[in-house]
Structure formats: C-alpha cells, structure tokens
C-alpha cells in the first residue's frame, strides 16, 4: 500500500498548503490574474513532486476556473468541471481511485499506462470541497518496483474492485492459465482478504502458492504468486512488495 498511501498523502499535503488554499480560494476578473495564479500554482506542485518520479503528473482543478499543473504538458481542455471523474471526486469524502487506462485525464501524454487517484480538495474555512487534485501514477514506473523485487518465475497481480487483473509484472514464466487461475482463487477468498493478508495453494498445483492482501486504501487486492521452491524466499519478498505497493 505505500505507493498508493504515497499519493494520498502527497493529496492531503496539497490539501493543507497555505498557498494553494489561497489560489482555490480566490476569484479571477481576467486572463493575466488568472495565468499568474497558476503560474505560482505550477512551481509549488513541481516542487512538491520533484523527489518522486514515480508520479507522472499531478493537478489540481477548482470550482473557480483555475488549474494548476506539476509538469509541462499541453491541457486536454479549459474545464473539466462537466467530467464523470471530476463530479464523483467532487462530492466524495476520500480518494477515488481508476485502475490502469490509457494517458491522462487532465494532459495529451503518448497513451501512456496510467493509474490516476482523484481526491476532493477541501477549503479549510468552509469544509466545502471547492475542487479536485489529480495525481497520475506511471504504471511503467510500478513495474520497475515490482520486477526488481519478484524472484524466480513468480508473479505479482493487481485486481481492481471487480476483482479483474489490471496489472501484472513483466518477464514471469508463468503461463497464462495458471495466473488467471490465480485470480479466480483470489476471488474465491475474496472475503477472507479483507480480514487479513492470506497464504493459499494454487488450485490444482502441487508448486505454486499465493501471497494476497486487500488494500483498504484503493479497494484492490494485490497478489503474488510464487513456487515452492522459491516460497520461503519470494513469498517474504512478495510480502514487503505488497506492503510497499
């Protein structure tokens, strides 16, 4: 969970400057006011995110007409107030968060791989959500994390809130079947999870086993498949990857 707690925190940060507070609080007459603001809004998101690259992007939108951006990229459009994402995010109490999809809501990006969290900006006067921070996460950057700490022919999935994988690690040996297999056993204890991190045989084999955990912070359950020979090793391993996710 800590690469998504990552984000959240970094959402509740943003939330809290007195700053940005200030810009989303503000209202704007004219063009140039408007511009500055974002300007002075731009470099305090970029300074914010500059140690972590895991982060592809991060912005934030109010009510009030202003968008504020961490990185360079070209605006997809002046308003996102109409959009679906937007509006839940709005009039939610805590982070929404969107599985991985093609470029980013807020900026043109290459279609790259992207996990978003749309988190509703509160004003710290009022208690009103006045806007919505995006913050993009690089799905090529999480596959970074988790090649490098997946050992022999293991697996680590990522199921969404329907239980459907989104996301698996690169270069495993494992064949399709078995990881879809894999799925359909994390579904079966889908229940369980939500108690605690579960250690479970892989229906109809003798040599792989399943490390999985719910993640109460984006209703995901992230699993590691792992084999008997590598089980008292990978399966620690898996663990902290999990925890670290």
Partial sequence: NGRFEDAQELCRQIENNALLQRLMRSDYPNAPRKYASELEGNMELASMVLSDDAFSGVYLIGNNGII???????????????????????????????????????????????????????????????????????????????DGNVVGNGALLILDENNHIFFQSSGTNLREQQLNDAANVVRMHSSELLLQRTILPLTDSNNLYIVARHSFITGWTIAGVVSRSFFFYSATNMLYVIIGI
């Fill in 68 to 146: 504020c951006k961490s990185d360079s990229g070209s605006l997809i459009s002046d308003s996102f107030q109409d959009t679906a994402w937007y509006r839940k995010a709005l009039s939610s109490l805590t982070a929404n968060w969107y599985s991985v999809h093609n470029g980013s809501y807020v900026v043109r990006t290459a279609n790259d791989k992207i996990i978003t969290c749309c988190y509703p900006f509160r004003d710290t006067h009022s208690g009103e959500n006045t806007g919505v921070i995006v913050v993009d996460i690089s799905a090529a950057k999480l596959h970074n994390l988790y």
